[in-house]
């Protein structure tokens, strides 16, 4: 970075810290108002020296946006204090000069089902799903359930279910081709969290029930996730080609939204509309196994 761009950067630290500890006030960091004799809105250096466990002299130097070594421990008890949101936090490790940490959920999105639900169902008649950071089903659409088979007596794990479910892997025309993409692409996921427990017990229980999971997982290649052709037999309609695209959900960094669009091969779209209508679900009601 350029000397501009640096002098830049840490102008913008001390304009975003200024700004943050002017609108929290001392009753909701926890301190006395001083009897109303304060002259300034919000918090003081000092105070928020005090709460962050850190030096007052260190913080006014950050605060004045100085050349100084911050490390990640004390910008996150300075974020904790000043009460910054997960979009924040990474904004302020950014001016600090440091790499962010992963996005977080926002806790006031954490209620977001409904919207989701609504989301997915309108995508109908093509198949949508989301998962969440491990790959675990949190919903699905009708769709999903007639065409890729997902339903609720199946592992509820897209990783371990693309492996162990014997309806998906004989609808799918080449699924030999796609398995080292599916893990590859996992893998990068779990690359992101490499402390995360629930990373490992999704390897170790998709190793215990598939060899063939085993043997790629020890190929540790690593891909990023992006769009997958699939080409499906559906034992009602016949050939189905599908795109799927994965697209996060900024205020729900732990989920992604699994969307599938119709190719143009083998009537896909045609084919998708009837599942979906009165008729197709009678008639694909009974052959889910395949």
């Keep these: 970075m350029t000397d501009a761009g640096k002098a830049h950067r840490l102008g913008e630290l001390r304009e975003f810290l200024m700004s943050r500890r002017a609108r929290v006030s001392p009753a909701e960091a926890g301190l006395p108002d001083g009897g109303g004799r304060r002259r300034t809105p919000g918090l003081r250096r000092e105070e928020v020296a ?73 995508w109908m008649p093509y198949p949508a799903n989301i998962l969440d950071t491990y790959w675990n089903v949190v919903m699905y659409n009708d769709a999903a359930t007639s065409v890729l088979g997902m339903r609720p007596e199946i592992p509820q794990n897209c990783l371990i ?52 999971f085993a043997r790629l997982w020890e190929r540790r290649d690593v891909q990023p996730a992006g769009p997958v052709c699939k080409e499906l037999v559906h034992p009602v309609v016949g050939a ?36 979906a209508s009165p008729e197709g679900r009678r008639g694909s009601m009974y052959p889910v196994a395949g």
């Design 240 to 275: 189905l080609h599908l795109e799927s695209t994965q697209l996060r959900i900024p205020a729900r960094p732990d989920l992604t939204v699994v969307l599938h669009n119709a190719l143009p091969e083998a009537d896909t779209a045609e084919k998708l509309i009837w599942l």
């Design 50 to 122: 005090v709460l962050a466990g850190v030096g007052a002299s260190w913080y006014q130097w950050l605060e004045q946006g100085r050349d100084i070594t911050v490390s990640p421990q004390v910008l996150e008890s300075v974020a904790r204090v000043l009460r910054l949101n997960s979009a924040e936090l990474r904004h302020l490790y950014a001016l600090a000069g440091l790499n962010p940490p992963p996005p977080r959920a926002d806790p006031s999105a954490l209620d977001m089902c409904h919207g989701l639900r609504r989301l997915i169902d309108a």
């Design 161 to 212: 279910a693309f492996f162990t479910d014997p309806v998906y892997r004989t609808r799918a025309e080449h699924w030999a081709g796609i398995a080292p993409r599916i893990v590859a692409q996992f893998r990068a996921a779990f690359s992101e969290h490499p402390g995360d427990e629930g990373f490992h017990a999704v390897v170790a229980e998709a190793a215990e029930r598939s060899a063939e």
